[in-house]
């Protein structure tokens, strides 16, 4: 759209921007408001003349924009209906909680004696003390030995527990100067005994002897000991092992020996 222009008998003069903003709002066509409660009636904009116009310069006032002013909220307002208001009525108040006096500091009423009995140690105590303390030593005593014995054997019959002897027992012409040597052995629980006699190994003799039985899981620990005495009374020397607490008796007839039987008198 083409812009408007303003025509006068001495040319062209520019069209004012204000006119264009008073197309558009209808409130910029409206002349301003003077300094004074006075109307001016000789307003020179709306003078048909060029030399009004242009002796007396065109004031414009910018519109101002309308702010509208929002209304106080108003309060929302609910009511009960009649049965809550009801209920409610007819709930009962709480009741007061009762007030609490406070106590009196407690006061023991025993006698300072019967206090300073009470605090005394009794002597039983002592006494129990004492026989724990006695029980732990025997117990670690009883350890101690054990363990010392072991260590001893191991120092002295070796592992397997080996034990070795002469003696003279009249087997293979022996004498004083050439007894029988003897060799006992704790294989795993079983002894064995082997006889060199007159100290030959081509005359040697092997005697099979017991198997230890027992809930003691150390059996193949027992050293097997011999002695050599007579216990029937044959005048022979007789061969005994020594198990620990146990004795195992070989009866000698002469040319080796023999497992005991009910029928021999043993007098050990």
Same mark, same amino acid.
């Given at each position: ?56 310069? =065109?004031?414009?006032?910018?519109? /101002? ?5 929002? @209304?106080? &909220?108003? *309060?929302?307002?609910?009511? !009960? ?80 527990? =080996?034990?070795?002897?002469?003696? /003279? ?5 022996? @004498?004083? &100067?050439? *007894?029988?040597?003897?060799? !006992? ?84």
């Amino acid at each position: 759209m083409p812009l408007p222009t303003t025509q006068t008998r001495r040319g062209y003069v520019p069209p004012d921007p204000l006119d264009y903003l008073a197309e558009d709002d209808p409130d910029a066509s409206r002349p301003p408001r003077p300094g004074s409660s006075a109307i001016r009636l000789n307003d020179p904009r709306f003078t048909g003349t060029q030399r009004a116009i242009s002796s007396q310069p =065109t004031t414009r006032q910018m519109p /101002v924009p309308y702010t509208y002013r929002r @209304s106080a &909220q108003q *309060p929302v307002t609910t009511t !009960a209906s009649p049965a809550i208001t009801a209920r409610m009525r007819a709930t009962p108040a709480p009741a007061p909680a009762p007030s609490v006096s406070p106590k009196a500091p407690y006061k023991s009423t025993l006698s300072e004696r019967e206090k300073e009995s009470g605090r005394r140690i009794h002597w039983l105590l002592f006494i129990g003390v004492g026989m724990l303390v006695m029980l732990a030593l025997w117990v670690l005593t009883s350890w101690l030995i054990s363990w010392g014995t072991q260590r001893l054997d191991d120092i002295r019959y070796g592992n397997p527990r =080996t034990y070795q002897t002469d003696a /003279v027992v009249g087997h293979g012409g022996d @004498s004083p &100067q050439h *007894p029988s040597h003897f060799i !006992a052995i704790n294989l795993h629980g079983h002894i064995i005994v082997v006889e060199l006699m007159a100290g030959d190994p081509a005359k040697a003799i092997t005697y099979g002897g017991p198997y230890l039985y027992g809930t003691n899981s150390n059996v193949d620990q027992i050293p097997p000991i011999l002695e050599f005495k007579d216990v029937n009374g044959d005048g022979k020397p007789d061969m005994i092992i020594h198990l620990g607490d146990q004795n195992i008796v070989f009866i000698n007839t002469g040319t080796k020996f023999r497992p005991s039987d009910a029928n021999d008198k043993i007098h050990l």
